[in-house]
């Protein structure tokens, strides 16, 4: 019975250690910090990758970190190098930049500040470090923008579903995707495509007023010209 009341009240302190006001705002703040260290470490990366990637894929993070004669050129240093190698190379590439995102939106509303519902970013986040990798990967095929996960993973599809089969999942989910997010229904996308492709016999009253402006004008040439 005391261990259970012991394990109870510690998970009511630390809850409660979260809903505090004080320390929501301690949090929020330490997130918009490593939100903003991540995109920079990331960007300095996509300029330094070639030299940073190489020295931290052939030493380990402990060598790096302690050896003074390692010297990486990330603007943020060695961690911004780690990070940037971890989660830009090993894992998701370009679209590694949805977790400083997550990190900014999570510390804004920590303080007060609701921009968008954190549930839906955090679903949104998840299908983007996924889809985002591979797609890049299949049609582009950089290394570097894709990532790791970008890399297995397509070539495990197109091993599976061939290269025509991984093109048309790609397209398929996409449309999943930008069907539930913005509520579009198979009407309006039939009668998006119906008014994107016009009608043979059909002549556009744009068209007819275009026409008579053209002999309107033609006539008045004709009439100086007699004149």
């Known amino acids: 019975r005391k261990t259970k009341s012991g394990k109870s009240e510690g998970l009511k302190n630390f809850l409660d250690f979260f809903k505090n006001e004080t320390n929501q705002k301690v949090i929020g703040f330490t997130l918009i910090l490593f939100s903003l ?11 330094q990758w070639k030299e940073d990637f190489s020295i931290v894929k052939n030493n380990s993070w402990i060598s790096i970190l302690t050896d003074s004669e390692i010297v990486v050129k990330n603007a943020l240093g060695k961690f911004g190098s780690l990070f940037s190698y971890l989660f830009v190379y090993v894992l998701f590439g370009i679209s590694a930049y949805f977790i400083p995102l997550f990190l900014l939106f999570s510390g804004i509303q920590l303080l007060g500040y609701r921009l968008l519902s954190i549930k839906k970013h955090i679903r949104q986040s998840i299908w983007g470090l996924i889809w985002i990798p591979v797609f890049i990967y299949h049609f582009f095929n950089s290394q570097i923008l894709a990532g790791g996960i970008g890399i297995t993973s397509t070539e495990f599809l197109e091993s599976l579903l061939g290269n025509i089969g991984t093109t048309l999942l790609l397209i398929t989910t996409f449309l999943i995707f930008i069907t539930i997010k913005f509520n579009i229904s198979l009407e309006k996308i039939f009668f998006l495509i119906k008014n994107l492709i016009p009608n043979k016999g059909e002549i556009k009253l744009q068209d007819i007023k275009e026409v008579e402006v053209d002999n309107i004008s033609d006539l008045h040439e004709t009439g100086t010209i007699e004149n």
């Open 37 to 47: 260290y991540f995109f920079i470490s990331f960007t300095s990366s996509f300029f």
